[in-house]
């Protein structure tokens, strides 16, 4: 006990090992790791890669990958993605969903129907089969982190008649970017 210690208040909580010194692993110690923070949303051990192959479905966006590339026993993977001001992942929609803890900046986020504006701390949940897409409406990055299954489907692109229907929904339709996207009369449409 500490010489301050209070009688009835709990005893402070120490991390440090009071055991004898041993340079053998504890058991199940080997794959545990820290990811420290460098500053402006870098991190030790976390290089930025591309967002996916090079593709007008997407604009200024990288991601860093934490957990899910060292084939750690999880059913999930950490990523954390950012967005240049202006940029945008790909629209579309899988089997798994998605959580999304904003975490720098300000952007959009096109889910279905609903189109939020988000921001620092906030967090949603992408259901499955769910159209979506993010975009950076700031004049910063816009930064977030995600969680989705570890075994998870690949990214299908929305059909021409659901891509329809949800530019059928002004809130959507003004702020959704689909470059690739041709209309009857064969203008690309941006969204925007």
Same mark, same amino acid.
């Given at each position: 006990?500490?010489?301050?210690?209070?009688?009835?208040? @709990?005893? @402070?909580?120490?991390?440090?090992?009071?055991?004898?010194? /041993? %340079?053998?692993?504890? !058991?199940?110690? =080997?794959?545990?790791?820290?990811?420290? +923070?460098?500053?402006?949303?870098?991190?030790?051990?976390?290089?930025?890669?591309?967002?996916?192959?090079?593709?007008?479905?997407?604009?200024?966006? *990288?991601?860093?990958?934490?957990?899910? *590339?060292?084939?750690?026993? &999880?059913?999930?993977?950490?990523?954390?993605?950012?967005?240049?001001?202006?940029?945008?992942?790909?629209?579309?929609? +899988?089997? +798994?969903?998605?959580?999304?803890?904003?975490?720098?900046?300000?952007?959009?986020?096109?889910?279905? %129907?609903?189109?939020?504006?988000?921001?620092?701390? /906030?967090?949603?949940? #992408?259901?499955?089969? =769910?159209? +979506? *897409?993010? &975009?950076? =409406?700031?004049?910063?990055?816009?930064?977030?982190?995600?969680?989705? /299954?570890?075994?998870? /489907?690949?990214?299908?692109?929305? %059909?021409?008649?659901?891509?329809?229907? &949800? !530019?059928? #929904?002004?809130?959507?339709?003004?702020? &959704?970017?689909?470059?690739?996207?041709?209309?009857?009369?064969?203008?690309?449409? %941006?969204?925007?």
């Amino acid at each position: 006990m500490t010489a301050h210690h209070k009688e009835g208040s @709990p005893e @402070p909580i120490h991390c440090e090992w009071a055991g004898p010194a /041993d %340079s053998t692993p504890i !058991l199940g110690d =080997t794959g545990s790791r820290l990811y420290r +923070h460098r500053g402006n949303y870098r991190w030790e051990g976390v290089s930025p890669e591309p967002y996916k192959a090079q593709s007008e479905d997407w604009a200024a966006a *990288q991601r860093m990958v934490f957990i899910g *590339q060292a084939a750690e026993p &999880l059913d999930f993977h950490l990523r954390y993605f950012e967005l240049e001001p202006g940029g945008f992942t790909s629209l579309e929609k +899988h089997e +798994h969903a998605h959580v999304v803890i904003v975490v720098r900046g300000k952007g959009t986020v096109v889910a279905g %129907s609903a189109c939020w504006s988000v921001g620092f701390l /906030d967090a949603l949940y #992408i259901a499955p089969f =769910t159209p +979506h *897409q993010l &975009l950076n =409406t700031g004049e910063e990055p816009f930064g977030f982190f995600c969680i989705v /299954d570890a075994v998870r /489907d690949r990214p299908q692109p929305l %059909s021409p008649s659901e891509l329809q229907r &949800l !530019l059928a #929904i002004p809130r959507v339709r003004a702020v &959704l970017r689909v470059p690739a996207f041709e209309k009857g009369e064969g203008e690309t449409q %941006s969204g925007r």
